[in-house]
């Protein structure tokens, strides 16, 4: 049931890319992204509806293929501050919420 | 916005006996909670979903006996750890969904955790 992220870990140089994978094997309502900081709760960053959606605000976005049960979020241009491990959350028609396996992210200067 | 409030943040039991941890919507209802358990360095695994006034429903191999969920209001579920033991240790979280958004993909909003040590 638990949604499977790819890279597990990834290291980035500050100004760098980063594309981190959700792929699920349940059909999707939704897919939710968040942020965990060590000792913290998750922080929300957005949420992806079915039907292709994409978002994103500044330089975090994400899109949603229903059809695959995959979505991707992308980081641009990283900052220090989005070092942290990084969540997919998926909804499925069971009313269930499953976090993915994780991908640790660091942004070194 | 919404806000989630778990209690304790901390707390220090000895073995054998048994600890709760409360999860309460503060501004809105929820209708479904969700309890999940996270090791060092691992994914947030949940632990059960719980729909007020119904029993809660438990992900495969988690004891039912042991981790009593009890959902008994719209603004309140617990989490009892029975007979707790060293490797009960953990960080526990809630979140909960408002129930004023019936359709799926609404935010999911998430208690602050709570970690418990078992000695």
């Known amino acids: 049931q638990q949604p499977v992220q790819s890279p597990q870990a990834v290291i980035l140089r500050e100004g760098e890319d980063a594309v981190i994978n959700c792929s699920s094997s349940k059909a999707l309502y939704s897919v939710h992204w968040y942020r965990q900081k060590h000792g913290e709760a998750p922080v929300f960053l957005m949420i992806l509806l079915k039907g292709g959606e994409q978002k994103g605000h500044e330089k975090i976005s994400a899109s949603f293929n229903e059809k695959k049960q995959q979505s991707s979020l992308y980081l641009t241009a990283s900052q220090l501050s989005y070092s942290g491990t990084y969540f997919c959350?998926?909804?499925?028609?069971?009313?269930?919420?499953?976090f993915g396996t994780g991908t640790s992210l660091t942004v070194i200067p | 916005g919404a806000v989630v409030s778990q209690h304790p943040s901390r707390v220090i039991c000895k073995s054998g006996t048994s600890v709760k941890i409360e999860c309460r919507s503060l501004d809105f209802q929820a209708t479904t909670m969700f309890w999940y358990r996270q090791f060092p360095k691992q994914s947030l695994m949940l632990m059960a979903t719980?729909?007020?006034?119904?029993?809660?429903?438990?992900e495969q191999g988690v004891e039912k006996d042991k981790f009593l969920i009890n959902h008994a209001s719209l603004t309140l579920s617990t989490l009892t750890v029975t007979s707790a033991h060293p490797e009960d240790s953990s960080f526990y979280i809630c979140s909960a969904r408002d129930g004023r958004q019936t359709a799926p993909g609404n935010t999911i909003y998430f208690g602050e955790g709570s970690w418990l040590t078992v000695v």
């Open positions: 959350g998926t909804e499925n028609t069971g009313n269930q919420f499953y």
């Open positions: 719980s729909n007020e006034g119904s029993k809660a429903t438990y």
